[in-house]
């Protein structure tokens, strides 16, 4: 660009005295990506480092400052044909990195202590049943312990600190009967081991931290790899502002905008930031914010929110604080009503653990209990009792929903969701009535060409080619039916009037109907623009309106066979939004709402018994994504409005939608599954712990063997949404 | 059996030789990339070039 884009926001000093920049880069397909990215910017003067890691698609840059600027690295990396944006990694992001570190060391620590005390434990079962000596028993007893006790209070932390957590808070989460478990089982083994006894259980006690850690570890790692392909979208956006600094212009990063600050809009350009207007004068489509198509006129004195198309003129507006001016204000207010009156839907994980923990901590004392009356020993009815909790401890319960969790966002991963909230397969599976949005959600964010059918399709493609070489919105929209994406040569474009050029000796013009001698044709549609062109003598009324996505029909229809409500709540006028209403046989709809009439709509849904899935992109649509009982967004929405959604979906088309509640519903299916699946290994194990028959070695198969089943069962969640 | 009381602690100073070598390699970040890592074994472009990248070292 012609421009200097000044990114040194981006620019981060090292400890060395080098500059560093992480760059998100789109395009990366195979191995040879990585040499020619790298090759390409390290062989700009001054770079000492550049690195790129393929698994995350980030590269990282380090240069000498003064030598080469951060749009020159850009643009290297632009001319080797990938696209790339800086960007700065969240807090979040990182501390994600830190902690995924843990779990691994965690991991590894654990699965070192239980293989080595597996070794021992095998010699010792197998010495039990022939001729070991006590003395040699008790010292493989001794080694295991060594290993066990540390290694334990190491990789157990985890787990550990969150039930310390739980019960401080006075409730209980899986990680309670969990560390309970644990810790039993050490104790009695070093008792056992002191008293010369024959069976200790070290060995289950590691193994289960490690089936535990790899569960945990797996289920990071798919929530890491989901925020970073958001973070690399959101980066790619790549959204710059031209900012007055003195009289110059200066192109920047809107992140870079602070308030007060004068920046130049020009047609065909979002707003930046929310601000007044300045000067000029100009029509913005304000459809990202209110669900209005209609576009608003604005002049010096105006307010315009961020997200808004500048259409008309150029603009200069004055940025004013985020917040403070009404529109935000009141969904920020209507945001927090949402989010303190959303019931917390308890986590299926955690319902299970509050039934589960009592029952099984019960189970133990009645055995202790029985076992005395019985006439046993205080020692013996005790180590019978701690083995029911050994054996109960909820390997395969803990594993059984986060295994299927991981499988399923993979799944849904490639299906082209990403995932918010890790509890959200749970609540997609439950919803029963879906709300849309219209603008943005059912049409395209960009508006199309609508009479396709009606044109000559060459005439139509001189006509996009030509609108190559305008920046005009209705020209970027019609530029998108180009097949051949190469300008004419001479184009030359008349500002507020249109493109001209001529193509095999002959002119054609594009533009207003003035500008085209086409003054007295009738517009094709009311609620559509029209662009007009000549070619020669032959002519073409072009309309260009928001257009209906793709597989929009077909979404509706495939989610009415599944069973749900269709309904459409839009901020547009009722004119705009009956026509779509009609073309998808949604008979429930409302237009003209305001966003606390959305939340009203969505409110008296729930309070019908409905669970619904809000699908919606605007700034208006933010509350009641919060106020629903599960949410989706397409990648295009308002940013405040994607943090809300518990999912967001990629791509221009409807169907990831069908495939997510497919998907989650045969995750749910497996996770209630997984669930039996454990409880009935426990209603097996239990009364065999209660008769006082375990031995170390059944305990260590039966829990292996639970936990590997229930996750074999997960697995099934890796089948994509095409079927049910 | 007496071997028993040097053979164990042999057994378990291998393992945790493997322990610390595997918490070397993730402190020293070779599993931040794990993909890329299995791709630029495959490039050779070090070789004739001679800028050399140090393919798979730490940072």
């Not at chain 1, 605007?618 to 009982?629: S, T, V």
Request: proline content about 4%; overall charge neutral.
């Amino acid at each position: 660009m012609s421009e200097t884009l000044d990114l040194s926001l981006y620019a981060k000093p090292a400890a060395d005295g080098t500059l560093g920049m992480d760059v998100a880069v789109e395009g990366i397909s195979c191995g040879a990506c990585i040499a020619r990215i790298e090759g390409a910017v390290k062989r700009l003067p001054g770079v000492s480092e550049a690195r790129l890691n393929f698994t995350n698609r980030r590269l990282h840059v380090a240069w000498d400052d003064g030598l080469v600027k951060p749009s020159q690295i850009l643009s290297a990396i632009e001319a080797v044909g990938y696209h790339g944006y800086p960007f700065v990694p969240l807090r979040a992001e990182q501390e994600e990195a830190a902690e995924a570190r843990r779990l691994l060391r965690c991991l590894a620590v654990a699965g070192f202590a239980a293989m080595n005390i597996m070794l021992l434990s095998v010699a010792v079962w197998s010495g039990n049943a022939s001729d070991i000596t006590p003395e040699t028993r008790d010292f493989f007893h001794w080694a295991s312990a060594l290993i066990a006790l540390p290694a334990a209070a190491y990789a157990g932390q985890p787990f550990f600190v969150s039930a310390f957590r739980a019960l401080r808070a006075r409730t209980l989460n899986m990680n309670v009967p969990i560390s309970l478990g644990v810790i039993l089982a050490l104790g009695l083994s070093v008792v056992e081991t002191i008293n010369h006894a024959a069976d200790a259980y070290y060995d289950s006690a590691l193994m289960l931290l490690f089936f535990l850690l790899v569960g945990r570890t797996l289920e990071h790692a798919m929530r890491r790899k989901t925020r970073t392909v958001a973070g690399n979208l959101a980066a790619l956006k790549g959204e710059t502002a031209r900012r007055f600094e003195g009289d110059e212009l200066v192109s920047v990063p809107v992140a870079a905008l602070k308030p007060g600050e004068r920046v130049l809009l020009r047609a065909g350009e979002r707003v930046p930031a929310d601000g007044v207007v300045l000067s000029g004068r100009s029509e913005i489509d304000e459809s990202i914010i209110t669900g209005e198509t209609a576009r608003r006129a604005v002049k010096a004195g105006a307010t315009v929110y961020a997200g808004a198309m500048n259409y008309a003129g150029t603009l200069t507006l004055k940025t004013t604080a985020a917040g403070g001016t009404a529109l935000i204000d009141e969904i920020e207010r209507l945001l927090d009503k949402a989010a303190s009156a959303k019931s917390h839907a308890l986590r299926l994980a955690d319902r299970a653990a509050r039934i589960y923990a009592p029952m099984v901590h019960a189970t133990a004392a009645l055995t202790a209990a029985g076992w005395l009356i019985a006439g046993s020993s205080v020692h013996d009815a005790v180590v019978t009792a701690i083995t029911v909790l050994i054996i109960t401890c909820p390997c395969a319960l803990a594993l059984a929903i986060p295994a299927v969790q991981v499988v399923a966002s993979g799944t849904l991963f490639r299906a082209g969701i990403i995932l918010n909230a890790g509890d959200a397969i749970e609540r997609l599976a439950e919803a029963d009535t879906v709300i849309f949005d219209k603008t943005g959600t059912l049409t395209l964010p960009d508006p199309r060409v609508t009479n396709t059918g009606e044109i000559d399709p060459d005439l139509l493609q001189m006509a996009a080619r030509l609108a190559l070489s305008s920046r005009h919105p209705l020209a970027i929209a019609l530029s998108r039916e180009a097949t051949l994406r190469m300008p004419f040569n001479a184009a030359t474009e008349e500002p507020g009037q249109g493109v001209r050029a001529k193509i095999a000796g002959v002119e054609a013009r594009l533009g207003s109907a003035e500008f085209c001698g086409l003054a007295d044709t009738p517009a094709p549609a009311a609620d559509a623009s029209s662009i007009y062109f000549v070619y020669g003598t032959q002519s073409a009324v072009i309309a260009i309106s928001q257009k209906l996505r793709s597989d929009a029909a077909a979404t509706v229809l495939a989610l009415t066979q599944l069973g749900f409500e269709v309904l459409i709540l839009s901020g547009d006028r009722n004119a705009a939004v009956r026509p779509v209403a009609r073309a998808l046989g949604v008979a429930r709809w409302m237009g003209e709402l305001k966003p606390a009439e959305k939340i009203a709509c969505v409110e008296s849904l729930k309070a019908d018994g409905r669970r619904v899935l809000m699908i919606g992109d605007g700034l208006n649509d933010a509350p009641a994504l919060a106020a629903a009982h599960v949410s989706l967004s397409p990648i295009a929405a308002a940013d405040l409005t994607q943090a809300q959604a518990d999912a967001v979906f990629l791509g221009e088309r409807l169907a990831p939608i069908v495939d997510a509640i497919v998907i989650a519903r045969r995750a749910r299916r497996l996770m209630s599954e997984n669930l039996a699946l454990a409880a009935i290994y426990n209603t097996i194990a239990v009364p065999v712990a209660i008769l006082g028959v375990v031995t170390p070695l059944i305990a260590a198969l039966a829990m292996s063997g639970s936990s590997i089943l229930v996750t074999l069962n997960a697995l099934r969640a890796r089948r994509s949404g095409a079927r049910p | 059996m007496n071997v028993l009381i040097y053979l164990i602690p042999m057994a378990l100073g291998l393992g945790l030789l493997g322990l610390l070598a595997f918490l070397w390699a993730l402190r020293s970040g070779q599993y931040s990339d794990v993909e890329g890592a299995a791709l630029r074994v495959l490039s050779d472009d070090d070789i004739d070039s001679g800028r050399g990248n140090g393919a798979g070292g730490g940072i």
